[in-house]
């Protein structure tokens, strides 16, 4: 069963650094994906950045590029998000997922597939 935990969640000022850590247990995927969702209130959830676990190949949505940076421990099973120069538009809860398929509707946060965390909530004011 696989369980995903997410931390580092928090409160920051625009222009602040935050930086999400997401545990995964039971998961054994030699390929697949690894990824940071969000959704902001009102909003459907969007993908924020994905990596591939087979290799370097990542994807931001355009709004972080610059600013994020995912990144994954493979020997730890831990993915983590690296977000700097925050802005109160980045404000949302958000949620670490795995997948095997990696499809494009997963990327993009429309697809329920593969297992999620409960989230964590980013407040940029």
């Known amino acids: 069963h696989v369980q995903l935990v997410e931390s580092g969640g928090g409160s920051v000022q625009a222009g602040g650094s935050l930086r999400l850590s997401c545990t995964a247990s039971?998961?054994?995927?030699?390929?697949?994906?690894m990824g940071w969702f969000r959704q902001r209130p009102g909003q459907e959830r969007e993908g924020v950045a994905v990596i591939w676990t087979g290799g370097d190949k990542t994807y931001y949505t355009d709004t972080v590029k610059g600013r994020f940076t995912i990144s994954q421990d493979k020997a730890k099973n831990m993915l983590s998000l690296q977000m700097n120069s925050l802005k109160p538009e980045d404000t949302a809860k958000y949620y670490c997922a795995v997948d095997r398929l990696c499809l494009p509707d997963w990327v993009g946060g429309k697809s329920d597939l593969g297992y999620w965390g409960q989230g964590t909530q980013v407040t940029v004011s």
């Open positions: 039971g998961y054994t995927y030699s390929s697949g994906c």
